[in-house]
């Protein structure tokens, strides 16, 4: 009940992130038929272009040896054991083809599916891999119960299958040996390779349809419930209350730098209370006025606060300030547009200054 209930749950698509971290652990969607394809193909294809010249070969020593037993000294085992090597090394020249394309075939059909990865999880000793009580779980569990009714369906479909396509085997095999033997012969490789293709024939199928069963299930499988989007979205990117806790300390921190540099201004532009903004500005050192300091309500009567206790000029001027708030940047150089008037009040500063 407990896991009905849990994959209802898993209702979100899985992320790239368990995506990739499954691929890691070897978890990938991996059909088992496709290397029995890939194997009975390699198995054609060895018999038709390479199985006829070796048989030809190994018939020929088979017959020199038979030719020449008179010459062989069975006096021993030592004999026997050299006659024996030398048989099954003529045996094992014809087989050898056939292994190595079994074993590249087997690669293959796995190299197919799934990038090849070296994935140390996998050969990791684990108990529960040779624990009788998890074994038994996994074989009478849902999907191992799943599994065996997609195996006899395999089974049942390929064979009504062959049995459709080999529908005259029989009387073919009857008809035959009321011939020749080579006629006979002939009409047995028929059915054979008749027999054969419609093996292949079935595989494929069945192969293509549990190709796609497999990946079907393996995203059904990765399948996350809302939570765990939430807490990944949450480790990926940090937990929000950390987030904006740490956007507060910046904030507080960026704004002691500010009032740290209110003063060096030459000068504050103010609304009269609400909005103020702080410029200095040296010939000898700055091209333009620089904005050191801004801010609205409570930081703004700080910034006049600071500037009046320093002796710094504070100009109110609405229009000028509610213009230049919403388009100068701290440590920035005001806009252009805003030369003129700034250029003005420095004129009224350095009046002042001459005066006094």
Do not use: C
């Amino acid at each position: 009940m407990a896991d009905e209930e849990d994959k209802e749950s898993k209702t979100e698509e899985a992320s790239e992130k368990k995506i990739r971290d499954a691929l890691e652990k070897g978890q990938t969607p991996f059909s088992k038929e496709t290397p029995i394809l890939f194997s009975l193909l390699a198995i054609l294809f060895v018999m038709t272009f390479v199985m006829p010249g070796r048989i030809t070969d190994m018939a020929q020593q088979l017959a020199t040896m038979m030719d020449q037993s008179f010459e062989y000294e069975l006096g021993g085992s030592g004999d026997i054991y050299w006659l024996l090597q030398r048989v099954i090394l003529i045996a094992g020249a014809i087989t050898l083809p056939l292994f190595i394309a079994l074993i590249i075939a087997g690669i293959a059909g796995s190299a197919a599916q799934n990038t090849p990865r070296f994935v140390g999880e996998r050969i990791k000793p684990q108990m529960s891999r040779i624990s009788l009580i998890k074994g038994w779980e996994r074989i009478f569990s849902v999907k191992g119960f799943a599994e065996f009714i997609k195996a006899t369906a395999k089974l049942i479909f390929a064979t009504v299958l062959v049995v459709m396509i080999l529908h005259d085997l029989v009387p073919r095999m009857m008809q035959g040996m009321n011939t020749e033997i080579g006629g006979f012969l002939l009409v047995v490789k028929e059915m054979l390779l008749k027999l054969f293709a419609a093996i292949i024939f079935a595989m494929v199928l069945i192969s293509a349809a549990d190709w796609f069963w497999t990946r079907f299930q393996w995203k059904t499988d990765l399948k996350m419930s809302r939570q765990e989007v939430k807490e990944e979205v949450k480790q990926s990117q940090g937990d929000p209350i950390v987030k904006a806790r740490l956007r507060s300390i910046a904030h507080d921190r960026a704004r002691r730098r500010m009032m740290n540099a209110v003063p060096t201004a030459s000068l504050v532009i103010a609304n009269p209370t609400h909005l103020a903004i702080a410029l200095r500005y040296d010939p000898g050192s700055d091209p333009a006025p620089i904005v050191v300091a801004k801010g609205q309500d409570l930081i703004a009567l700080r910034i006049r606060e600071l500037a009046e206790e320093k002796g710094i000029p504070v100009f109110q001027n609405v229009e000028l300030a509610r213009a230049m708030y919403g388009q100068v940047s701290l440590d920035q150089i005001i806009p252009s547009e805003f030369f003129k008037a700034v250029a003005e009040l420095i004129s009224i500063i350095r009046r002042r200054a001459q005066k006094s």
